[in-house]
Structures are given as structure tokens and as C-alpha cells.
């Protein structure tokens, strides 16, 4: 009968495998990382005592190879059979999981990958088994820690558009070098292939003189006079770019075609599902946006909410400077230009920005979440129909 402690490193190290994988893969849920590492804790005593056990037994009974006869000379145990039979049954007094009946290189490999037990015959594989819940453990680790300890993005430099009107473009600029300023914005006309503008000379839009931490380094600025329908380029001095298409006339279709086409979003995570090659920040799901904008010719993204998720998988603070970090994370994502630079961005606000299943109204930490959700989005969102809106 199996002992204790092989028990619970079978049971443990089943529960690291398949809560590692959900956590990853599918679920990053802020219940996973402590189950791991309680598995892992549960685990390596389990593994050192079924080691430690095992090489004391094997000390304290040592295998013979030759017996004594009745005249009291030496002779081999019957041709070596009952010798190895001897070694097989003290093998087996050690390990309980193993079978006689079944030869080591048919089932303990498998076996010991899976159980996550030692190998008595194999250093390598009892190794490996091993190697495969620590790289797990730290997988976790990495997809929780990482990007918040190491990726603060204090020195995010970008620019965006948000809500753009027939006649208007809201343009949100952020800068914490202050060597950079004053900023500049210009705008021009960028026609497409098949039309055509006489007037291409870049115009002055607005002039950013001052930026303070008090709104996370970043301003505001709307260019103003527009004609609808018609596509510019927008420029700032701190080597930012991006294009936009005013919309339709009111009353009117976007030219050439009998609809308007916009895209809806919702719930994004970095680096989720989980790749250890992949920046920490990087979005698998903006990749896969960025394939399909040039073919749906959408006019704007709406995007319904979780644009940040601050409780997952761990909640590292309800301040508001924890808050503004996660929207500069996703800001300094490497494949946020990708889905940004000729796609305008309107924003609608969802529990994760402040926690999840929000339902308390404005009680904290609601204003701390309002902090970076006003400076980031509220800022180039429409403006509301009603004043108490």
C-alpha cells in the first residue's frame, strides 16, 4: 500500500499541473497562484521524505549476491536468479507504486512524468519530473509578477485620438520628459489613393507648455475645423504620429458606401494566454485585431469595458498610482500602435477598472480608479448628452 507522503506528491503535484494550466491558459484567476504554491510547498516535503526514506532503506539493507551452503563454502544464488529476485522485492519494499510484473522501461518513465514521483533506476527522469512542476511554479510567478515589478512604464511616450466628430479629432498626448517640452501638434490632409487634396501643408493644432504628474504627465488637445468625411494626418514634436477620418455630414453615410461599420471590444490582458517567449506586455488579441482592420474599414473601436484588470490575477494596491499604471501598461504594449494609429478609440467603463463585480457606487476605491479613467479616457470620450450624465 502506498504511503502518506507518496499520496500527497501524487495528489500535489496533480494539483500544480492542472491549476498552472487553467491559470495560463484559460482562467487567470487570482485563486490559482496561491493553490499553486501551497501544492508546491506540499509537494517538495512529500518528495523529500519519500527520497530521504528511500536512501536510508536502501542502506540499511544492502543486496547480497552470494549465499552460504550447508558445508559452509560460498556459491552463486542459483545461477543469479534468486539475487535478482532479491534486489526486485527490496525495490519494490521501497517504491509501492512499482509492479513486479512489468519491466522498468515500459511504464516508469511515463509513470514518473505523470505522478510527479522519483525514479529509483533513473536520476534524469526523477529530474525531470521535478523540473516540470518548478518550471510550472515559475510560469506563475512570471505571468503574476513580472510585468507589475518590472514594467512600471513610468517613461510611456504616446499619442492617440478618441471621439472624432465631422469637424473635430480629441487628441490625447502623455510626456514625462519635460526636456520635450513645449509639445506641438500639427495636423494636414492625408487623402487616400483615390482622391485627391490641393492644400497638404501641415497646420498648428495647439502647443502643450506643461505637464505634471498631477494628470500622469499627459494633456488633452482637440483640433478644431474639420471638414466631415475627410482623412488627416496627425503629427506631435515628441515623434508621434497617426492618422484619422472625420466622420460623415449628420444625417449622412460615410461616402461610397450605404453603412457605417464600427468594431466592439471588451476584456483585455497582457500576455494572456500565457507565452514565456512573448513580451510581458505584449496582447495576442491586438494582433489579431490588427489583421482585420485594414479589410473592415471601421470608422471607430467601441470598446465596452476591462480595458485593465486591476484584482487579476493579484491586486497589488488600491492607490491611484497603481491604477494609472495598468492603463500605461496597456498603453506601452508593443502592439497597441498596431491597433491605434488609424483606428479612433472611445471608451465605456466596466467593473474590472475598479473591481470585480463592482456594485458600491462611488465609495473607495472608486476614486482612485476614476483617477486614470478620466485622465486616459473620460479626457477624448464624447461629451455627455445630459450635464448629469
Known amino acids: 500500500m502506498a504511503s502518506a507522503a507518496t499520496i500527497l506528491a501524487v495528489l500535489s503535484s496533480t494539483a500544480i499541473r492542472l491549476s498552472a494550466y487553467i491559470f495560463l491558459r484559460w482562467i487567470p484567476g487570482h485563486h490559482a497562484p496561491p493553490l499553486v504554491l501551497t501544492s508546491a510547498l506540499v509537494y517538495a516535503i512529500s518528495f523529500f521524505s519519500i527520497f530521504t526514506s528511500t536512501t536510508q532503506s536502501e542502506k540499511a539493507a544492502p543486496i547480497s549476491n552470494t549465499r552460504s551452503s550447508s558445508n559452509g563454502r560460498l556459491r552463486s544464488e542459483g545461477d543469479k536468479t ?78 492617440r485620438v478618441g471621439y472624432i466628430s465631422d469637424t473635430t479629432a480629441s487628441l490625447l498626448v502623455r510626456e514625462p520628459d519635460t526636456r520635450q517640452l513645449p509639445i506641438f501638434v500639427s495636423y494636414r490632409n492625408a487623402p487616400d489613393a483615390n482622391s485627391h487634396v490641393s492644400d497638404d501643408a501641415w497646420k498648428a493644432a495647439g502647443k502643450v507648455y506643461w505637464l505634471s504628474n498631477d494628470t500622469d504627465y499627459t494633456c488633452t488637445t482637440s483640433i478644431q475645423g474639420l471638414k466631415p468625411a475627410s482623412r488627416y494626418q496627425y503629427a506631435v514634436s515628441n515623434n508621434h504620429s497617426g492618422h484619422f477620418t472625420t466622420a460623415p455630414a449628420e444625417g449622412q453615410l460615410p461616402s461610397g458606401t450605404d453603412k457605417l461599420t464600427f468594431l466592439t471590444s471588451s476584456c483585455i490582458k497582457p500576455r494572456f494566454p500565457y507565452n514565456p517567449l512573448s513580451h510581458p506586455l505584449s496582447m495576442p488579441g491586438f494582433r489579431h485585431l490588427a489583421q482585420w482592420i485594414p479589410t473592415l474599414k471601421a470608422s471607430f473601436m467601441l470598446f465596452l469595458g476591462d480595458f485593465i484588470y486591476i484584482d487579476v490575477p493579484r491586486r497589488f494596491g488600491s492607490d491611484p498610482e497603481t491604477y494609472r499604471r495598468e492603463y500605461r501598461q496597456v498603453y506601452s504594449s508593443p502592439d497597441w500602435p498596431s491597433v491605434s494609429q488609424d483606428l479612433p478609440w472611445i471608451h465605456v467603463m466596466d467593473d474590472h477598472e475598479i473591481a470585480n463585480d463592482w456594485d458600491r457606487n462611488t465609495t473607495a476605491p472608486y476614486p482612485a480608479a476614476a483617477d486614470p479613467w478620466n485622465i486616459y479616457h473620460t479626457s477624448i470620450n464624447p461629451l455627455p448628452v445630459s450635464a448629469d450624465a
Open 82 to 159: 534468486m539475487g535478482v529476485t532479491a534486489e526486485h522485492e527490496s525495490e519494490s519494499s521501497h517504491f509501492p507504486w512499482k509492479s513486479a510484473k512489468e519491466p522498468a522501461a515500459n511504464r516508469w518513465l511515463g509513470w514518473t512524468l505523470l505522478s510527479g514521483l522519483p525514479d529509483s533506476g533513473s536520476v534524469l527522469w526523477t529530474v525531470a519530473t521535478v523540473g516540470i512542476n518548478v518550471i510550472l511554479c515559475l510560469c506563475v510567478a512570471d505571468m503574476v509578477y513580472r510585468a507589475p515589478v518590472m514594467y512600471p512604464s513610468h517613461d510611456l511616450s504616446f499619442a
